[in-house]
């Protein structure tokens, strides 16, 4: 997160006073969960620069028992990206503690930022040396999720572009039938004057 924040001051001019967009998620619909996340995002460069995970629990009267239980429902946006990442490792239908809760957030901001082969940071300093397949399996996830993006962008581009062209074909067709209407009543117009020309009513002229 840190390289995230120093992304973000130089992205505004090398000024610190940066603007961020804050967003809370419960692990339960509405505000009657136990725990909860609240992340600020960095409205430069779109990544998370700061979370805090969230109990309703005293810290001095938290017991073992407590710790366990964790209402379980559903994310109370599923279009938010971020808090989907969270819930995608803590399912809302198992029961943790906040401890495990940070661990989740952790992980889900680190793949969130850098994409999951940055866990292989995260082995080594455990002094895990990752394999071959490790390394590539991540690099696969992540390419999916880039072309999975891709692919949701193009489709929505796609719609955008036939909504359009079929907005312009409607008008068009509108106009046309207008200009149609009008040059229709100029040949009546002209055929009244010549066919059945107004004569004064003293006679002809």
């Known amino acids: 997160m840190n390289a995230a924040v120093h992304e973000a001051v130089i992205a505004n001019d090398n000024n610190s006073n940066i603007a961020v967009a804050v967003d809370g998620t419960w692990h339960k619909r509405g505000y009657s969960s136990l725990n909860g996340v609240v992340c600020a995002t960095s409205v430069e460069n779109g990544k998370v620069i700061d979370f805090e995970a969230l109990?309703?629990?005293?810290?001095?009267?938290?017991?073992?028992?407590?710790?366990k239980k964790c209402l379980h429902g559903r994310t109370q946006n599923p279009n938010e990206s971020f808090n989907k990442c969270i819930w995608e490792r803590i399912p809302k239908t198992v029961f943790v503690g906040i401890e495990t809760l940070k661990f989740g957030v952790m992980d889900a901001v680190i793949c969130f930022i850098d994409g999951y082969v940055s866990r292989i940071k995260v082995f080594e300093a455990l002094g895990i040396k990752p394999g071959y397949n490790t390394e590539r399996a991540l690099l696969i996830i992540d390419n999916k999720r880039i072309f999975e993006a891709e692919r949701i962008v193009n489709k929505v581009s796609l719609e955008a572009r036939n909504k359009r062209r079929s907005l312009k074909?409607?008008?068009?067709?509108?106009?046309?039938?207008?200009?149609?209407?009008?040059?229709?009543?100029?040949?009546?117009?002209?055929?009244?004057?010549?066919?059945?020309?107004?004569?004064?009513?003293?006679?002809?002229?």
């Open 55 to 67: 109990t309703k629990y005293c810290s001095s009267c938290k017991k073992k028992d407590l710790l």
């Open 169 to 205: 074909r409607k008008m068009d067709k509108q106009n046309l039938d207008e200009e149609n209407e009008y040059q229709a009543g100029n040949i009546n117009q002209i055929y009244n004057v010549f066919l059945f020309p107004i004569w004064p009513a003293n006679g002809r002229s």
